[in-house]
């Protein structure tokens, strides 16, 4: 996923946006005014040599995001996949402009179906690019439920992150399981986390979700 930054410190609300036709532009994402940042979602193909594709299903071509390998089988791989995100899409030497005017700060790794094995190495690729002029961000998602007492702790211990944001459903359809109500996630979850220096906000799944409950307003003052 790559990470589209259009706001500023803690205490916002990101949204993922790439995977339903009926969730608006891009454009439209960020003029809502409610969202610090946008999760462009997905790049499901690469590895084991593939060319990597981004895939943003219902906005264009889906079948070019086909996954036949969702992992990193060797170095080599590493380099090419943050090779491919730096010239295309983070201001490299590429003069195309796939997503036009947009300004992509970073990459969020959702490693669901993937192996453990080198993502370490790729982090450390396109970290190195933050030294040719542009700051790239790098962000990962570890996944538990709610109420758990390591949200709590994450936010109080030393774990290695800047920031961490609480990962939601913005609706009761947009996952099985672990979605909280507004004036739930209000009243009871936001008070026991938002005091930690590392809290950032809360990230939403997904905009169209979001577009049918009305979520990241409801929450928005309260983040």
Same mark, same amino acid.
């Given at each position: 996923?790559?990470?589209l930054a259009?706001g500023?410190?803690a205490? #916002?609300?990101a $949204?993922?946006?790439g995977?339903n036709?009926?969730?608006?532009?891009? @454009?439209?994402?960020? @003029?809502?005014g409610?969202?610090?940042?946008?999760n462009?979602a997905?790049?499901?193909? !690469?590895?084991?040599g =593939?060319t990597?594709?981004? +895939?943003?299903s #219902?906005?264009c071509?889906?079948?070019? #995001?086909?996954a036949?390998?969702?992992?990193?089988?060797?170095s080599?791989d590493?380099?090419?996949?943050?090779?491919? *995100?730096?010239?295309?899409?983070?201001?490299g030497?590429?003069?195309?402009?796939?997503?036009?005017?947009?300004? *992509?700060?970073?990459?969020?790794?959702d490693?669901?179906g993937?192996?453990? =094995?080198?993502?370490g190495?790729?982090?450390?690729?396109?970290?190195?690019?933050?030294k040719?002029g542009?700051?790239?961000?790098l %962000?990962?998602a570890p996944?538990?439920p !709610?109420?758990?007492?390591?949200?709590g +702790?994450? *936010?109080?211990? +030393?774990i %290695?992150?800047?920031k961490?944001?609480l990962g *939601?459903?913005? /609706? #009761?359809q947009? @996952?099985g399981?672990?979605?909280?109500?507004? @004036?739930?996630?209000?009243s009871?979850?936001?008070?026991? $986390?938002?005091? /930690?220096?590392?809290?950032?906000?809360?990230?939403?799944? /997904?905009?169209?979700?979001? +577009? =049918?409950?009305g979520?990241? /307003?409801a929450i928005k003052?309260?983040?």
């Amino acid at each position: 996923m790559l990470l589209l930054a259009i706001g500023s410190d803690a205490g #916002g609300i990101a $949204i993922y946006w790439g995977q339903n036709g009926n969730e608006g532009t891009l @454009a439209e994402t960020c @003029a809502t005014g409610n969202y610090e940042f946008v999760n462009l979602a997905f790049l499901p193909t !690469f590895g084991n040599g =593939q060319t990597p594709m981004l +895939d943003l299903s #219902g906005h264009c071509d889906a079948n070019r #995001g086909a996954a036949e390998s969702y992992s990193i089988t060797s170095s080599r791989d590493a380099k090419q996949v943050a090779t491919y *995100l730096w010239n295309n899409y983070l201001g490299g030497q590429s003069s195309s402009r796939p997503l036009g005017e947009a300004v *992509l700060d970073g990459i969020d790794f959702d490693i669901e179906g993937g192996t453990n =094995q080198h993502w370490g190495e790729l982090a450390k690729y396109l970290s190195g690019y933050s030294k040719r002029g542009k700051k790239v961000y790098l %962000t990962a998602a570890p996944q538990c439920p !709610f109420p758990d007492a390591w949200i709590g +702790d994450a *936010l109080k211990t +030393d774990i %290695t992150a800047t920031k961490i944001f609480l990962g *939601l459903p913005a /609706s #009761g359809q947009a @996952a099985g399981t672990g979605f909280i109500p507004a @004036a739930d996630l209000i009243s009871k979850v936001l008070p026991k $986390i938002r005091d /930690s220096e590392k809290y950032g906000g809360v990230m939403l799944w /997904s905009k169209y979700y979001d +577009d =049918q409950s009305g979520y990241s /307003s409801a929450i928005k003052s309260h983040v």
